[in-house]
């Protein structure tokens, strides 16, 4: 899928970024810094990583500047509702960074961290997958600490399933 305008890219990711939000609301502020083993991300981790990526990575580097990832720790944000401030935040900013790309600079090369070149909206393309990833982990993290998660698309796979044709 390519992406040749970017309104609806950013009507999309809204999207995207609303469903990972449902599931960040679910993390019980006394686990937001739980961790499934020492050296792993914690729930609050991951939503800053989030947070802290999609501005100061993919959005410089679209707009063609460098990475200035800050990392993920507690110190950008402490606390669940400064954590998911945090996040509203930096989705803010970078929203205002993507609303400017015009078709032409959807176009235009941008070189990621790893040296890569490529168009600005495979990057974006790549941003999405990688909230995705993260979405599955916080997932599975709330599901180890017995916490009731939303379905993505509001059915669960059992519901799916009960409505479904026998075959």
Same mark, same amino acid.
């Given at each position: 899928?390519? +992406?040749?305008?970017?309104?609806?890219?950013?009507?999309?990711?809204?999207?995207? *970024?609303?469903?990972?939000?449902?599931? &960040?609301? /679910? +993390?019980? !502020?006394?686990?937001?810094?739980?961790?499934?083993?020492?050296?792993?991300?914690?729930?609050?981790?991951?939503?800053?990583?989030?947070?802290? +990526?999609?501005?100061? @990575?993919?959005?410089?580097?679209?707009?063609?500047?460098?990475?200035?990832? !800050?990392? *993920?720790?507690?110190? #950008?944000?402490?606390?669940?509702?400064?954590?998911?401030?945090?996040?509203?935040?930096?989705?803010?900013?970078?929203?205002? +960074?993507?609303?400017?790309?015009?078709?032409?600079?959807?176009?235009?090369? /941008?070189?990621? !961290?790893?040296?890569?070149?490529?168009? &600005?909206?495979?990057?974006?393309?790549?941003?999405?997958?990688?909230?995705?990833?993260?979405?599955?982990? @916080?997932? #599975? @993290?709330?599901?180890?600490?017995?916490? !009731?998660?939303?379905? #993505?698309?509001?059915?669960?796979?059992?519901?799916?399933?009960?409505?479904?044709?026998?075959?």
């Amino acid at each position: 899928m390519e +992406i040749t305008t970017v309104e609806p890219f950013l009507d999309y990711l809204g999207r995207v *970024h609303e469903r990972t939000g449902r599931v &960040a609301a /679910c +993390i019980p !502020p006394d686990r937001l810094e739980w961790r499934p083993r020492e050296g792993t991300f914690s729930l609050g981790d991951t939503v800053r990583h989030l947070a802290a +990526i999609e501005r100061w @990575m993919f959005a410089e580097n679209v707009a063609g500047r460098p990475s200035r990832y !800050p990392g *993920h720790g507690p110190e #950008l944000a402490e606390g669940f509702d400064a954590v998911m401030a945090y996040r509203d935040r930096m989705h803010a900013e970078s929203q205002e +960074i993507f609303r400017a790309l015009t078709p032409e600079g959807l176009q235009t090369r /941008c070189t990621t !961290p790893g040296g890569a070149s490529m168009p &600005a909206w495979k990057w974006l393309r790549s941003m999405v997958e990688h909230e995705v990833h993260h979405r599955g982990q @916080m997932y #599975l @993290m709330l599901n180890l600490l017995g916490v !009731p998660t939303p379905p #993505l698309y509001g059915l669960t796979s059992e519901e799916v399933r009960e409505r479904s044709l026998a075959g």
